[in-house]
């Protein structure tokens, strides 16, 4: 596989198209006088190429998440103002209207549409990665069962991996070995030197890693929304705010320009492409429902 070429310098030159004045017009009236969009992403620390993650200046936040964010202020004639935290805080400060958005590769499930309004712009899909030349085949349950798997923490990553684990057992199967890291580095170190067999994460993060540093392989993909659904990753806003209309309008607006095709070209995402933007579309069910 090719290497990717990526741009990770702090000159991003991004995709900023012209205020749609009848898109504009949907904002409520409080985001407008404002004036500025701020965009939570949740990617403090190392962050999660290509969708979040800091430039070579160690400060500029890039990646396909705040490209397609501040594409959408500039369809709303509105100034960016990117935010980079915690995934915990990323929510804390939706919850709290600190954020007007937050862009974060979210999954939209049906818990959280109990709390936030959600416009789809990405496929969801997860991958488990492991060591090139592992020999490891990822399918199903039987395949993770006491395996040494590490997981980000509050995911729903975590979620279909603690199930996993759990219908393992079912079948008589030891559970999966679950592992947490703090970064995506300490998660490659540790494929590497064996510490643990295999990562669930998101596709995109997997795919860059591959292709840039032919350290590692995909095993195996699966659905963020599990096995009766495909995910979808969605902006995500606090629900009732008035808001979501306008993200809407305007992701279609990049859609139909070519713009947002544009954006995830460039970081190597074009298979994770969308065809429309969905409102609050069926997502991950709860637990039990």
């Not at 504009?24 to 969708?51: D, E, M, Q």
Request: hydrophobic share 40%; glycine share 10%.
């Amino acid at each position: 596989m090719a290497a990717v070429k990526i741009n990770d310098s702090p000159d991003q030159n991004r995709v900023v198209p012209a205020k749609d004045d009848a898109i504009a017009a949907l904002l409520p009236a409080k985001t407008a006088s404002a004036g500025k969009l701020v965009i939570g992403v949740g990617a403090a620390g190392s962050g999660f190429p290509p969708l979040a993650f800091a430039a070579t200046d160690n400060k500029t936040l890039i990646g396909s998440e705040p490209d397609v964010a501040v594409a959408i202020a500039g369809v709303l004639g509105l100034e960016p103002v990117l935010e980079n935290t915690s995934w915990e805080n990323l929510f804390i400060g939706l919850d709290s209207g600190k954020f007007d958005i937050g862009a974060s590769n979210i999954t939209v499930t049906e818990e959280r549409k109990l709390k936030y309004d959600f416009v789809t712009y990405r496929l969801d899909n997860l991958a488990f990665l492991a060591k090139k030349g592992s020999g490891l085949t990822v399918r199903g349950p039987a395949d993770v069962a006491g395996k040494k798997v590490s997981v980000s923490s509050g995911t729903n990553q975590e979620k279909i991996l603690v199930e996993w684990s759990e219908e393992a057992v079912k079948q008589g199967l030891p559970a999966v070995d679950i592992k947490y890291y703090q970064t995506n580095q300490a998660v490659y170190v540790a494929l590497g030197s064996g510490q643990i067999d295999l990562h669930l994460g998101p596709n995109p993060s997997a795919a860059y890693h591959v292709a840039t540093t032919g350290q590692t392989e995909i095993v195996g993909t699966y659905s963020g929304a599990g096995k009766d659904l495909q995910g979808l990753i969605a902006l995500t806003t606090k629900k009732d705010n008035g808001l979501i209309k306008a993200y809407a309008a305007a992701l279609d607006k990049l859609i139909s320009s070519g713009d947002y095709a544009k954006i995830l070209e460039r970081w190597n995402l074009s298979d994770e492409a969308v065809t429309k933007a969905e409102v609050n579309p069926p997502g991950l069910p709860i637990e039990g429902k």
